[in-house]
């Protein structure tokens, strides 16, 4: 990403938050988020640092603007996926969407872990958001109340452990992760199978 070329100052369009927030992405994406900052952002920008004070507050103002829209992203992209989907074939499409959103953003979605969600009314609302998709996906399996939330819970530590580990090359070889990631989503399935009230359901996966 490089500094815009030619033109004058009055020339470019008028900075906002909108476009300070989308540039910060941007750049978190392509770069990776440790090599984020004010600096990098103003310059690919083309302003001086200090204009970007008018429209975030700081780096841990933009770095919490990142880390809301990577859930947004990530909540809207779970369910487009899973849409006429139920059962098994759900929390496949779950799990498959869940790793592409981070191969796809994954400077995005590092933010998601790097500024607290406690206590922002904002961000818990854009966690439970995610677990809001989640829950509506698992519906086919007929489970109580309290057994939904609680494997809404579980597919979200285990979708994000494991693209975690896979961005970052935790899962060392000779092992295929795409093996050992359909193993994960059987494992999930069985057990939410097992909850179900509905024994009767397929437990086939989709690939």
């Given at each position: 990403m490089t500094r815009p070329k030619g033109g004058s100052?009055?020339?470019?369009?008028?900075?906002?938050s909108a476009k300070v927030i989308a540039t910060a992405a941007d750049v978190a994406d392509a770069e990776g988020l440790d090599?984020?900052?004010?600096?990098?952002v103003a310059d690919v920008l083309g302003v001086r640092q200090p204009a970007l004070y008018r429209h975030?507050?700081?780096?841990?103002?933009l770095l919490r603007s990142l880390s809301l829209?990577?859930?947004?992203?990530?909540?809207?992209?779970?369910?487009?996926a899973t849409v006429g989907l139920s059962g098994?074939?759900?929390?496949?499409?779950?799990?498959?969407?869940?790793?592409?959103?981070?191969?796809?953003?994954?400077?995005?979605?590092a933010a998601t872990d790097r500024y607290p969600c406690a206590g922002d009314a904002e961000l818990e609302a854009a966690v439970e958001g995610v677990l809001a998709v989640l829950g509506q996906a698992l519906r086919g399996y007929d489970l109580s109340d309290e057994d939904l939330v609680h494997a809404a819970r579980a597919l979200r530590s285990a979708f994000h452990g494991f693209s975690h580990l896979e961005s970052g090359d935790g899962h060392p070889l000779p092992h295929d992760p795409e093996d050992t990631f359909d193993h994960l989503v059987?494992?999930?399935?069985?057990?939410?199978?097992?909850?179900?009230?509905?024994?009767?359901?397929?437990?086939?996966?989709?690939?």
């Amino acid at each position: 990403m490089t500094r815009p070329k030619g033109g004058s100052m009055s020339e470019r369009p008028p900075l906002d938050s909108a476009k300070v927030i989308a540039t910060a992405a941007d750049v978190a994406d392509a770069e990776g988020l440790d090599r984020l900052t004010l600096t990098r952002v103003a310059d690919v920008l083309g302003v001086r640092q200090p204009a970007l004070y008018r429209h975030v507050e700081g780096y841990d103002d933009l770095l919490r603007s990142l880390s809301l829209r990577g859930r947004e992203i990530l909540a809207q992209r779970l369910a487009d996926a899973t849409v006429g989907l139920s059962g098994d074939d759900a929390v496949a499409a779950l799990g498959h969407a869940w790793r592409q959103v981070v191969r796809d953003h994954p400077g995005i979605y590092a933010a998601t872990d790097r500024y607290p969600c406690a206590g922002d009314a904002e961000l818990e609302a854009a966690v439970e958001g995610v677990l809001a998709v989640l829950g509506q996906a698992l519906r086919g399996y007929d489970l109580s109340d309290e057994d939904l939330v609680h494997a809404a819970r579980a597919l979200r530590s285990a979708f994000h452990g494991f693209s975690h580990l896979e961005s970052g090359d935790g899962h060392p070889l000779p092992h295929d992760p795409e093996d050992t990631f359909d193993h994960l989503v059987q494992l999930l399935c069985a057990g939410i199978q097992r909850l179900s009230r509905k024994p009767e359901m397929s437990t086939g996966v989709v690939e």
